[in-house]
């Protein structure tokens, strides 16, 4: 009967929860059955576990049930999601469509709207031991774009003897083959949050929910045409504070120009009287695949391309990407005085392009790379300085720094890290020729022996390695005598990541296409040695999957002749 009494449901359409009609009436009588046991869910649980920890000085942090519960996280001091059981998996289109689609807004959004200074995901749990550092930066990227700040790593286990070894693996810790790299992963999840920490995104787009259903579908294009965008519930809506005279709805640090009506959204009385009071207020109210007898002045788009037309009608882009591409996802921070663009490829292709900043005429840009740690200056030599040249692999996210006064911006905000690291290629025009290794590789660390390579390809197909895994050591050395030039190690296809070292130092760790390494500044004239310390995956071992592993289709020693020089990733003529 409560869900008759407080949910607006006639006592004569309980039926339709067990029962189909011919008029989707049973779509909104489930949806209300579920705010109902929802609210029941708050009062029960959550709200006395929230006045607990209050009392006491504790932050509740964690995540509710499902992936859109946006309602519930308002009992959290630190508002989560989990992705888990490959809910999200790269070049799949669960990144974009179905509930987990949402979770990575649900937790920003409802910190950003409730003055919450972190929110956070508990992610990898149950991937399997097949996880790799390369899905696991796709899956930090598809987050952090997103406006998450705080990440919990599933799981640093204790023991993975025995039975343990099957509880919601992987390790991404001490028992997985990456753990000595770790710190690589850690400081870019530090440099990622703090960008995500005490900023305000630019979003001037929201899409309206009712706390227990956030919309992907009118979420999708706006990501594909990077149009940013928050999630803003009724409640939310009916707090914030309307400005007629810059037509603005405004709710902590952001001002909303837009609201969207997603499909299927039903509008009460009460929010029709606030809805008609934004629009009055010059605030313009879109519909995307759903029907509002309400409101007189609502445009409604029935498909994608009408839709991001409608919004451009509305509200001028804050950044443009030539030629446009649906893979790439952006986030425009404000922090301080400071304005960071985040550029993710969320694909599985490299692009290359030029983002502009519409009206941004003289500024001075920055390239930030977290990954690497580098900071760099970027080619904005083109449209009047309204934008930059941007080239991203797959796995690739940096940050835009923009600069209005085109003043120092700082770059001591970022660690550096080590040299050479961000060896990028151009398409000018250049020589290139393939050096000589001076012998046959050799091959250490399996357990059938040292083996002297004579066909690359993976050694799980060594007798007695079928399901080994763990690192293996090429070794090879060549001579060079000119330095002048730029060497390129190109290592083809690796299962399933690779550390370099040149004359026994450390050069760089590769966990994802292009396996390649400029080893320029460890050269030495003469003979040079050159380890490539190949690590495959423990599912080889737990799992007995038989992964590719090791150096599976050669190596290359590219020795690139131009007359323009290259300084640590931009070319000088």
Same mark, same amino acid.
């Given at each position: 009967?409560?869900?008759?009494?407080?949910?607006?449901?006639?006592?004569?359409?309980?039926?339709?929860? =067990?029962?189909?009609?011919?008029?989707?009436?049973?779509?909104? /009588?489930?949806?209300?059955?579920?705010?109902?046991?929802?609210?029941?869910?708050?009062?029960?649980?959550?709200?006395?576990?929230?006045?607990?920890?209050?009392?006491?000085?504790?932050?509740?942090?964690?995540?509710?049930?499902?992936?859109?519960?946006?309602?519930?996280?308002?009992?959290?001091?630190?508002?989560?999601?989990?992705?888990?059981? $490959?809910?999200?998996?790269?070049?799949?289109?669960?990144?974009?469509?179905?509930?987990?689609?949402?979770?990575?807004?649900?937790?920003?959004?409802?910190?950003?709207?409730?003055?919450?200074?972190?929110?956070?995901?508990?992610?990898?749990?149950?991937?399997?031991?097949?996880?790799?550092?390369?899905?696991?930066?796709?899956?930090?990227?598809?987050?952090?774009?997103?406006?998450?700040?705080?990440?919990?790593?599933?799981?640093?286990?204790? !023991?993975?003897?025995?039975?343990?070894?099957?509880?919601?693996?992987?390790? /991404?810790?001490?028992?997985?083959?990456?753990?000595?790299?770790?710190?690589?992963?850690?400081?870019?999840?530090?440099?990622?949050?703090?960008?995500?920490?005490?900023?305000?995104?630019?979003?001037?787009?929201?899409?309206?929910?009712?706390?227990?259903?956030?919309?992907?579908?009118?979420?999708?294009?706006?990501?594909?045409?990077?149009?940013?965008?928050?999630?803003?519930?009724?409640?939310?809506?009916?707090?914030?504070?309307?400005?007629?005279?810059?037509?603005?709805?405004?709710?902590?640090?952001?001002?909303? +120009?837009?609201?969207?009506?997603?499909?299927?959204? +039903?509008?009460?009385?009460?929010?029709?009287?606030?809805?008609?009071?934004?629009?009055?207020?010059?605030?313009?109210?879109?519909?995307?695949?759903?029907?509002?007898?309400?409101?007189?002045?609502?445009?409604?788009?029935?498909?994608?391309?009408?839709?991001?037309?409608?919004?451009?009608?509305?509200?001028?882009?804050?950044?443009?990407?030539?030629?446009?591409?649906?893979?790439? +996802?952006?986030?425009?921070?404000?922090?301080?005085?400071?304005?960071?663009?985040?550029?993710?490829?969320?694909?599985?292709?490299?692009?290359?392009?030029?983002?502009?900043?519409?009206?941004?005429?003289?500024?001075?840009?920055?390239?930030?790379?977290? =990954?690497?740690?580098?900071?760099?200056?970027?080619?904005?030599?083109?449209?009047?300085? &309204?934008?930059?040249?941007?080239?991203?692999?797959?796995?690739?996210?940096?940050?835009?720094?923009?600069?209005?006064?085109?003043?120092?911006?700082?770059?001591?905000?970022?660690?550096?890290?080590?040299?050479?690291?961000?060896?990028?290629?151009?398409?000018?025009?250049?020589?290139?020729?393939?050096?000589?290794?001076?012998?046959?590789?050799?091959?250490?660390?399996? @357990?059938?022996? @040292?083996?002297?390579?004579?066909?690359?390809?993976?050694?799980?197909?060594?007798?007695?390695?079928?399901?080994?895994?763990?690192?293996?050591?090429?070794?090879?050395?060549?001579?060079?005598?000119?330095?002048?030039?730029?060497?390129?190690?190109?290592?083809?296809?690796?299962?399933?990541?690779?550390?370099?070292?040149?004359?026994?130092?450390?050069?760089?760790?590769?966990?994802?296409?292009?396996?390649?390494?400029?080893?320029?500044? =460890?050269?030495? @004239?003469?003979?040079?040695?050159?380890?490539?310390?190949?690590?495959?995956?423990?599912?080889?071992?737990?799992? $007995?999957?038989?992964?590719? !592993?090791?150096?599976?289709?050669?190596?290359?020693?590219?020795?690139?002749?131009?007359?323009?020089?290259?300084?640590?990733?931009?070319? &000088? !003529?």
């Amino acid at each position: 009967m409560q869900l008759a009494n407080n949910e607006n449901v006639d006592e004569r359409d309980l039926a339709w929860l =067990w029962y189909d009609s011919d008029t989707n009436t049973e779509d909104y /009588v489930r949806r209300q059955y579920q705010k109902a046991v929802q609210r029941q869910l708050a009062v029960a649980f959550y709200e006395p576990l929230f006045a607990f920890c209050e009392a006491n000085g504790v932050a509740l942090c964690g995540h509710p049930m499902n992936p859109d519960d946006y309602g519930l996280l308002a009992y959290f001091h630190i508002p989560g999601q989990d992705i888990v059981l $490959k809910q999200l998996l790269p070049g799949h289109c669960n990144a974009l469509t179905g509930p987990d689609s949402t979770q990575g807004k649900c937790s920003s959004d409802a910190a950003r709207h409730s003055g919450k200074r972190r929110n956070s995901n508990e992610c990898f749990g149950g991937y399997g031991w097949s996880l790799t550092v390369s899905d696991m930066k796709w899956i930090m990227d598809w987050l952090f774009i997103r406006g998450v700040n705080v990440l919990h790593p599933h799981a640093f286990y204790y !023991s993975v003897r025995g039975e343990r070894s099957g509880e919601r693996p992987p390790d /991404v810790g001490p028992h997985n083959l990456w753990w000595p790299h770790f710190k690589r992963i850690a400081e870019y999840i530090k440099r990622m949050c703090w960008m995500n920490t005490d900023s305000c995104n630019s979003a001037e787009v929201a899409i309206l929910t009712d706390e227990y259903h956030l919309s992907w579908r009118a979420a999708k294009p706006l990501y594909q045409a990077q149009i940013e965008f928050n999630y803003i519930s009724e409640h939310e809506v009916m707090r914030s504070k309307l400005d007629k005279l810059e037509g603005t709805m405004n709710l902590g640090c952001n001002r909303y +120009r837009v609201l969207i009506l997603p499909e299927d959204y +039903r509008i009460s009385a009460a929010m029709s009287d606030i809805l008609l009071q934004l629009q009055l207020g010059g605030v313009s109210i879109l519909g995307y695949m759903c029907k509002i007898p309400h409101l007189k002045m609502c445009s409604v788009a029935t498909d994608e391309g009408e839709f991001v037309k409608l919004v451009d009608l509305n509200i001028p882009r804050k950044m443009l990407l030539e030629p446009p591409c649906s893979d790439m +996802r952006a986030s425009m921070l404000k922090k301080g005085k400071t304005t960071f663009v985040m550029v993710m490829n969320e694909g599985q292709e490299s692009y290359e392009g030029m983002i502009r900043f519409p009206g941004m005429i003289s500024a001075r840009y920055e390239i930030w790379d977290a =990954w690497n740690g580098s900071i760099k200056p970027a080619d904005s030599s083109i449209r009047g300085d &309204e934008g930059i040249s941007l080239k991203l692999g797959k796995r690739e996210c940096l940050v835009v720094v923009i600069d209005t006064e085109a003043a120092s911006i700082g770059s001591t905000q970022l660690d550096e890290a080590s040299r050479g690291q961000d060896y990028q290629y151009s398409s000018i025009s250049c020589n290139e020729i393939t050096v000589p290794f001076d012998q046959a590789w050799m091959c250490y660390g399996l @357990p059938c022996g @040292p083996v002297r390579v004579k066909r690359f390809g993976s050694w799980a197909e060594y007798a007695g390695c079928e399901n080994f895994s763990g690192t293996v050591r090429y070794f090879n050395r060549f001579h060079i005598n000119d330095l002048s030039d730029q060497y390129v190690l190109d290592c083809g296809q690796v299962g399933d990541f690779m550390e370099v070292r040149v004359n026994k130092k450390h050069v760089d760790v590769r966990f994802w296409e292009p396996y390649e390494v400029n080893i320029t500044d =460890w050269l030495n @004239p003469g003979v040079n040695l050159i380890d490539i310390l190949v690590s495959n995956s423990m599912a080889n071992h737990y799992e $007995k999957v038989g992964r590719a !592993s090791g150096l599976l289709t050669g190596v290359r020693m590219r020795r690139i002749i131009s007359n323009n020089k290259k300084y640590g990733g931009f070319y &000088e !003529s």
